[in-house]
């Protein structure tokens, strides 16, 4: 089993809302990364937990709030976004040491008005 | 430069051609390869994965990557309209959590 879940699958927020995107596996992987994705342009990496630690962070705004209580699951929160925000967040997930393949969830397709 | 180049497309072949797609990189350290299929407002989902130079085959794909010459490659034969989707190569440096450098895409379709 190489899947990876997400929810919600759709999510529209104001401005000042704060909501967060869950992601969930069980393929005992201990890499978990959150990727945005715009239209017609590949995922861009936002953050990588690795073992539960966040490992890579790659200058990601604030407002955008990683979180992983446990090896299985990954949030993203999120907080006074921008209408330039919107987009498909992406979760994915690896082994975490050899041979390290990511397997991406559906994402979730984020609006911000 | 990009790291890693792809051409966007789109590629347009009728059913039943053989469709090549490749990606060119400049980063001497990758040695791990992949090739992702992205059907529209879906997650990518891991079509082929290399190490190394080498050929893959896996049913109608094989994966081909050139290390010499920083080139990698996706051959798909026979190829079906649900085939047409966007088709993203991407590498890593090592191993364990890393980051992905993926190419643009390459929107394919494929013409009953």
């Known amino acids: 089993d190489t899947e990876v879940t997400q929810t919600p699958k759709h999510l529209v927020m104001g401005m000042t809302n704060k909501k967060s995107l869950k992601c969930e596996q069980h393929?005992?992987?201990?890499?978990m990364y959150w990727y945005k994705q715009k239209a017609k342009k590949p995922p861009e990496l936002m953050f990588v937990?690795?073992?539960?630690?966040?490992?890579i962070n790659e200058s990601v705004p604030s407002r955008f709030s990683p979180e992983c209580p446990n090896s299985s699951l990954l949030n993203l929160h999120l907080h006074a976004l921008q209408p330039e925000d919107s987009a498909l967040y992406l979760c994915?997930?690896?082994?975490?040491?050899?041979?390290?393949?990511?397997?991406f969830g559906p994402g979730t397709r984020l609006t911000v008005l | 430069q990009k790291e890693v180049e792809q051409d966007p497309g789109p590629l347009s072949v009728p059913e039943g051609a053989i469709v090549s797609l490749n990606c060119t990189y400049s980063?001497?350290?990758?040695?791990?390869f992949m090739w992702y299929r992205q059907y529209s407002r879906k997650g990518p989902e891991l079509l082929m994965y290399?190490?190394?130079?080498g050929n893959k085959e896996d049913g109608r794909f094989t994966a081909q990557v050139d290390k010499s010459s920083k080139y990698i490659s996706l051959f798909i034969r026979d190829s079906q309209p649900s085939d047409s989707a966007t088709y993203l190569c991407?590498?890593?440096?090592?191993?364990?959590?890393?980051?992905?450098?993926f190419g643009q895409g390459t929107r394919l379709t494929i013409n009953p």
């Open positions: 994915a997930s690896s082994h975490g040491r050899v041979a390290d393949t990511q397997y």
């Open positions: 393929m005992g992987h201990r890499a």
């Open positions: 937990y690795s073992y539960e630690k966040l490992s």
């Open positions: 980063n001497s350290a990758f040695q791990y």
């Open positions: 290399t190490y190394s130079s």
């Open positions: 991407a590498m890593s440096a090592g191993q364990g959590a890393q980051k992905l450098v």
